[in-house]
């Protein structure tokens, strides 16, 4: 797998900074770009520290032991039964690490202070995503029950879904006036970002083969052909209840799709890829017009489109799995076998149990240390934050 691990993780965070920076208001953008880019720095750290031995240390079921700290017995050599190095295994697996907190600032952006959410997110990277990752990637007890997750839909997708929906209710709504102005003030951007994590995603899904192989192939065609079929429904939903198509909609379809087909994509074919991302944009579609009738605050609807998108996906791996696709894998429900359906539904169940507690248990922590929310007072978010501003105001406008 020749990969530059360095430059996919930087490329990878500048996609999502333009995806969720393009969503929010102006006055924020500084502070949405720099919460998933301050990822880079922290929790890569603590993964090489500490993340990588709780995740893939050989321990027991449910967690790592200390045999690889500070990367100790990490070398250029392959792990017995891999092809490649393993400092390259450990960072490739130190993108995911990076990039799953990230997501949950979508929820938590123009009310928590930037402190506060550093903290939280290395806490919660300990918390909920080492143990995670350890029970189904690193050889643990869902592995164990034959629970299948190609590219990370329950240990990224499902964990930070619901812990954004959880973080979102502990920390609070914004006030009325912050949410009413609440829209993309860069459209433009979220296209690009949008596109940009299309082509991204098949660094996450293919490369999930460990390998330039037929998996790899076969995780590459289900990854697009998913996202563009839950771009088509996404269209025809709105078309249906909107009477337009709108950019920023057409962006966040595919995205669902790209979520919905995570677990799925070394394990089922292209036309159950298209199924699975019809069906997963159905349900984000409904769980987004649900939660705003709770007026519930996820900014960024993190948790109708990575939760519940990961939840539909997780699950439907156990339908559309066939191990005609890959041997290493297992036959779903449509294949005629029924049994991959109950450690699916167990691991999602699992993700969604740690991500609630987990993130109460590291939010009220930091809550203890640091005040959790923003002075609201100041109508400048980003400089009273940040010290800074993305866009120079006192420049004349073109006429």
Same mark, same amino acid.
Request: net charge negative; hydrophobic share 50%; charged share 10%.
């Given at each position: 797998?020749? @990969?530059?691990?360095?430059?996919?993780?930087?490329?990878?965070?500048?996609?999502?900074?333009? &995806?969720?920076?393009?969503?929010?208001?102006?006055?924020?953008?500084?502070?949405?770009?720099?919460?998933?880019?301050?990822?880079?720095?922290?929790? +890569?750290?603590?993964?090489?520290?500490?993340?990588?031995?709780?995740?893939?240390?050989?321990?027991?079921?449910?967690?790592?032991?200390?045999?690889?700290?500070?990367?100790?017995?990490?070398?250029?050599?392959?792990?017995?039964?891999?092809?490649?190095?393993?400092?390259?295994?450990?960072?490739?697996?130190?993108?995911?690490?990076?990039?799953?907190?990230?997501?949950?600032?979508? +929820? =938590?952006?123009?009310?928590?202070? &930037? #402190?506060?959410?550093?903290?939280?997110?290395?806490?919660?990277?300990?918390?909920?995503? +080492?143990?995670?990752?350890?029970?189904?990637?690193? #050889?643990?007890?869902?592995?164990?029950?034959?629970?299948?997750?190609?590219?990370?839909?329950? @240990?990224?997708?499902?964990?930070?879904?619901?812990? +954004?929906?959880?973080?979102?209710?502990?920390?609070?709504?914004?006030?009325?006036?912050?949410?009413?102005?609440?829209?993309?003030?860069?459209?433009? &951007?979220? %296209?690009?970002? !949008?596109? =940009?994590?299309?082509?991204?995603? &098949?660094?996450?899904? $293919?490369?999930?083969?460990l390998a330039a192989n037929e998996i790899a192939a076969n995780a590459f065609v289900t990854t697009t052909i998913s996202a563009s079929a839950a771009l088509c429904v996404w269209a025809? %939903?709105?078309?249906?209840?909107?009477?337009?198509?709108?950019?920023?909609?057409?962006?966040?379809? !595919?995205?669902? #799709?790209?979520?919905?087909?995570?677990?799925?994509?070394?394990?089922?074919?292209?036309?159950?890829?298209?199924?699975? #991302?019809?069906?997963?944009?159905?349900?984000?579609?409904? $769980?987004?017009?649900?939660?705003?009738?709770?007026?519930?605050?996820?900014?960024?609807?993190?948790?109708a489109c990575h939760g519940i998108g990961g939840i539909v996906g997780s699950i439907l791996t156990g339908v559309f799995a066939s191990k005609a696709v890959n041997p290493a894998g297992?036959?779903?429900?449509?294949?005629?076998?029924?049994?991959?359906?109950?450690?699916?539904?167990?691991?999602?169940?699992?993700?969604?149990? @740690?991500?609630?507690?987990?993130?109460?248990?590291?939010?009220?922590?930091?809550?203890?240390?640091?005040?959790?929310?923003?002075?609201?007072?100041?109508?400048?978010?980003?400089?009273?934050?940040?010290?800074?501003? !993305?866009?120079?105001?006192?420049?004349?406008?073109?006429?």
């Amino acid at each position: 797998m020749d @990969i530059n691990i360095k430059c996919f993780c930087h490329a990878h965070d500048a996609r999502t900074c333009f &995806f969720y920076g393009g969503l929010v208001n102006r006055k924020s953008i500084l502070n949405t770009l720099m919460m998933s880019h301050i990822s880079l720095g922290s929790v +890569a750290l603590l993964w090489v520290f500490v993340g990588y031995i709780l995740s893939f240390g050989s321990g027991n079921s449910f967690i790592g032991d200390l045999s690889f700290f500070a990367l100790n017995n990490v070398g250029l050599t392959p792990q017995e039964g891999s092809t490649i190095p393993h400092i390259l295994f450990m960072a490739f697996q130190m993108m995911f690490a990076i990039i799953t907190p990230a997501i949950i600032s979508g +929820a =938590l952006v123009e009310r928590m202070k &930037f #402190g506060a959410y550093i903290l939280f997110i290395c806490l919660w990277s300990l918390i909920v995503y +080492a143990p995670l990752c350890n029970w189904v990637w690193g #050889g643990g007890f869902l592995a164990d029950h034959g629970a299948l997750d190609f590219a990370g839909g329950t @240990i990224v997708h499902v964990s930070t879904g619901v812990s +954004a929906l959880v973080a979102a209710l502990i920390i609070g709504p914004r006030n009325k006036k912050e949410q009413h102005a609440n829209e993309a003030h860069n459209v433009p &951007f979220v %296209l690009l970002g !949008a596109a =940009l994590l299309w082509f991204g995603w &098949f660094g996450f899904n $293919a490369g999930s083969s460990l390998a330039a192989n037929e998996i790899a192939a076969n995780a590459f065609v289900t990854t697009t052909i998913s996202a563009s079929a839950a771009l088509c429904v996404w269209a025809i %939903l709105e078309i249906f209840t909107e009477q337009k198509i709108s950019a920023t909609a057409a962006a966040i379809g !595919a995205v669902v #799709g790209l979520v919905t087909i995570t677990p799925a994509a070394g394990f089922v074919t292209p036309m159950g890829a298209i199924a699975m #991302g019809a069906l997963g944009t159905l349900s984000s579609f409904g $769980a987004i017009r649900f939660l705003k009738k709770f007026k519930v605050d996820d900014t960024l609807d993190v948790f109708a489109c990575h939760g519940i998108g990961g939840i539909v996906g997780s699950i439907l791996t156990g339908v559309f799995a066939s191990k005609a696709v890959n041997p290493a894998g297992a036959d779903g429900l449509l294949y005629g076998d029924t049994s991959l359906m109950v450690p699916q539904i167990l691991s999602t169940l699992v993700g969604v149990a @740690i991500a609630v507690v987990g993130t109460w248990i590291s939010l009220k922590i930091v809550g203890i240390l640091i005040p959790l929310r923003v002075d609201e007072k100041s109508m400048e978010f980003d400089k009273s934050v940040h010290s800074e501003k !993305a866009y120079d105001n006192s420049l004349p406008s073109e006429t």
